[in-house]
């Protein structure tokens, strides 16, 4: 969704013209159990027009798409299913935490307020993030790439 309802806050080139009212009202229009239920909750802002145009090249989509194809073959081969499909105590054998791991997913929870469900989905995106770096134990790494992806910054 946009940063507010004309779109412009926080782009490099353009005011927004929307009150801090205006904007709370706008991001309101999510509810929390709506926004507990998805995956991959990630600011992406604006880019410059030099950064689009001059910016370094991203990864090719060819070599993205083998490290997924095996991140998913992995999944598949160790429990029959996506990362995503994981439930209750499936969730406990396929998603091993390091002891910094699961150090960073238990402050983080406290800290952000989760939900078990918010955990859990967390869980299985840093499960995901392991399998894309070959990983059997999901690390501290893992953990805070995962806990990134979650958290949304909303104005006050």
């Not at 801090?20 to 802002?45: F, H, K, M, N, T």
């Not at 990362?83 to 209750?88: K, R, S, Y």
């Not at 800290?111 to 399998?131: E, N, P, Q």
């Amino acid at each position: 969704m946009n940063p507010c309802p004309c779109g412009y806050q926080g782009h490099p080139a353009r005011a927004c013209r929307c009150t801090p009212d205006q904007v709370l009202r706008y991001q309101a229009r999510l509810s929390g159990p709506l926004l507990d239920r998805i995956d991959l909750q990630i600011e992406v802002p604006a880019q410059s027009q030099q950064e689009t145009l001059d910016g370094p090249p991203g990864e090719d989509s060819a070599a993205i798409r083998v490290r997924v194809l095996a991140a998913r073959a992995r999944q598949l081969e160790r429990q029959g299913k996506p990362n995503g499909e994981l439930a209750g105590e499936e969730i406990d054998r396929h998603c091993p935490l390091d002891e910094q791991a699961q150090g960073l997913l238990r402050a983080a929870m406290a800290r952000l307020g989760w939900s078990a469900r918010s955990y859990f989905r967390v869980l299985k995106v840093a499960r995901t993030i392991a399998d894309l770096g070959g990983a059997d134990t999901i690390g501290a790494a893992h953990a805070a790439e995962a806990v990134q992806y979650r958290r949304v910054l909303r104005p006050v």
